[in-house]
């Protein structure tokens, strides 16, 4: 269920608010499987990125089009609390959570599954994305190992496709 306002009626600023019961898209068992994700927005689709819920890895996005319809993506590996953010003419970026897996995804608008980057493994969690462009495409991310410390500040190329390495700050 999709709730869109607490009850059929007015809210204090005076605005109406409706309910409706939205079924999961193929490929989603339940809408249980992205709750508790970041949302992101991006240039032509929206998402709900379970794998950045602190509470349990997922492999699974929900992808919200312009014109309001659903539909289910996929990552390569479920992640937990990773990091997640659009990156105009990439697409959605998704950084750590998954400790022995590839570090990066990209979901591209459109597509139904993420592509892996050639980026080592990040177990970070509890990270924040954030892009920004200097000379090439970077993303900012930090957050804690899994063990609780702090994991270094550092930045990723997104445009390198070879043996990458983020740089630390």
Do not use: W
């Not at 590839?102 to 993420?114: C, D, H, I, R, T």
């Amino acid at each position: 269920e999709i709730n869109l306002g607490r009850q059929q009626g007015m809210n204090p600023f005076g605005l109406f608010e409706k309910s409706r019961e939205v079924a999961a898209p193929d490929g989603l068992s339940s809408l249980s499987e992205v709750a508790g994700g970041r949302t992101v927005e991006g240039d032509e689709e929206s998402y709900l990125v379970g794998a950045s819920d602190h509470d349990a890895a997922s492999d699974r996005v929900l992808v919200v089009g312009a014109d309001r319809g659903l539909r289910s993506a996929s990552l390569t590996v479920a992640r937990r609390a990773a990091a997640a953010a659009f990156v105009p003419d990439v697409g959605l970026v998704v950084v750590g959570g998954a400790d022995g897996a590839v570090g990066v995804e990209v979901l591209v608008a459109g597509e139904n599954s993420a592509t892996p980057l050639d980026l080592a493994s990040d177990p970070v969690e509890g990270a924040t994305a954030v892009f920004g462009e200097l000379d090439d495409q970077l993303i900012l991310v930090c957050g804690h190992t899994p063990a609780g410390d702090p994991a270094p500040v550092r930045s990723l190329d997104l445009r390198c496709s070879t043996s990458c390495v983020p740089t630390e700050l």
